[in-house]
């Protein structure tokens, strides 16, 4: 797993980024051909991070990783492995951070943390959050899995926690609430709780204009006259509140 905290730059100033960035490209080359040179056949990963300790990462989020993997060609010999206190430093939610990479074909692993909302920093804690866990979960189901990745902490419990026995229980909760969020989102899957709302809220592209969009046969002077002709245009709701409620339905069990 590579991981490329501090592959960045301070200021763009003294910086040459191509150079850089084609130089990092270089070292996971040499990686991949030592690999095969000494018949290593383990996944590839690339973990990233936005900030901490270099101010501009060149492996920011998911979205940048992938796009770097794919302009230099590396996009089949690397996936990613996500940390959720990494998604909370780059403005996401881990679960974001799943989807990009699993709708890219680049979910590989996670490291299932949890971070503080109100800091900029990592503080690795043991997860605990049953939304964050659920929702995680989801993705990880509706992925199909994690291939050949995995699921480690990459957690530390509080300095204020010394006692050998907070390290036992801090694994404890953490392991508990991936289960309990792994039930949550089998229930939410088993019931297609959020695949109705989904299917609900773009049931127009599957006919008349929208299947048009869809299947490419759409021009944007056909689009302006359906505009046009298509007076007053009716919204719907999103019904995200009662999507919420179903969530904590499918949490608590209810």
């Given at each position: ?30 990686a ?20 901490e ?10 979205a ?127 019931g297609k ?62």
């Amino acid at each position: 797993m590579f991981w490329g905290g501090r592959e960045g730059y301070e200021s763009l100033l003294n910086t040459d980024m191509a150079l850089e960035l084609d130089n990092l490209a270089r070292l996971y080359r040499m990686a991949i051909d030592y690999a095969k040179e000494i018949g290593f056949d383990a996944q590839f990963l690339i973990e990233p991070k936005p900030k901490e300790p270099t101010k501009h990462q060149y492996d920011f989020d998911a979205a940048t990783t992938i796009a770097f993997l794919r302009k230099y060609g590396l996009e089949n010999h690397f996936k990613l492995n996500l940390e959720a206190n990494h998604a909370t430093l780059a403005g996401h939610t881990f679960e974001h951070e799943i989807r990009v990479a699993s709708i890219n074909g680049m979910l590989g692993s996670l490291d299932a943390n949890q971070g503080d909302l109100l800091l900029g920093w990592d503080t690795d804690e043991f997860p605990t959050d049953l939304y964050a866990t659920t929702l995680t979960m989801y993705e990880v189901l509706k992925a199909g899995g994690l291939g050949r990745g995995g699921v480690n902490f990459d957690a530390k419990v509080r300095r204020g926690s010394f006692e050998p026995e907070d390290l036992f229980h801090a694994h404890i909760a953490g392991m508990d609430a991936y289960a309990w969020g792994l039930k949550a989102a089998a229930r939410l899957i088993e019931g297609k709780v959020l695949d109705a709302f989904v299917e609900e809220r773009y049931r127009s592209f599957r006919e008349g204009i929208g299947a048009d969009i869809v299947a490419g046969r759409a021009t944007l002077a056909s689009l302006e006259q359906y505009a046009l002709q298509n007076k007053p245009i009716r919204n719907e709701s999103g019904r995200l509140e009662r999507i919420r409620a179903a969530l904590n339905e499918a949490i608590f069990g209810v």
